[in-house]
């Protein structure tokens, strides 16, 4: 049973940064791709970023291209989101979720497991 438990979740100041954890275990992800979403108040979930968990392969949302970094740790079984230069419309739950397929996709549906999600608040 795949179990995703995100971390690093909190308030910050605009211009700050954060680093969110997902730290993934029941199977063997090499063949997975791993992803970050977040969901506003009133909001549909939207994609953030995705890694490939065998190639490396990143791929982001325009919106925090250049802010956002996600990155994958083998030997934890982590995947990690540096999230820099923080804005207010960045608040919302994000979540880390994991999909059992080499290639990214963007929608919500691609993805078969999902963590609980953690809070991040940028105020102005």
């Known amino acids: 049973q795949v179990q995703l438990v995100e971390s690093g979740g909190g308030l910050v100041q605009a211009g700050g940064s954060l680093r969110l954890s997902c730290a993934a275990s029941g199977r063997t992800f090499n063949s997975y791709t791993m992803g970050w979403f977040r969901q506003a108040p009133g909001k549909e979930r939207a994609f953030v970023a995705a890694?490939?968990?065998?190639?490396?392969?990143?791929y982001y949302a325009d919106s925090v291209k250049g802010r956002f970094t996600i990155s994958r740790d083998n030997a934890k079984n982590t995947v990690y989101l540096q999230m820099n230069s923080l804005k207010p419309e960045d608040t919302a739950v994000y979540y880390c979720?994991?999909?059992?397929?080499?290639?990214?996709?963007?929608?919500?549906?691609?993805?078969?497991?999902w963590g609980q999600g953690t809070q991040v608040t940028v105020s102005s």
């Open positions: 890694i490939s968990w065998s190639s490396g392969n990143t």
């Open positions: 979720a994991a999909r059992p397929a080499p290639s990214t996709v963007v929608a919500a549906g691609g993805y078969d497991y």
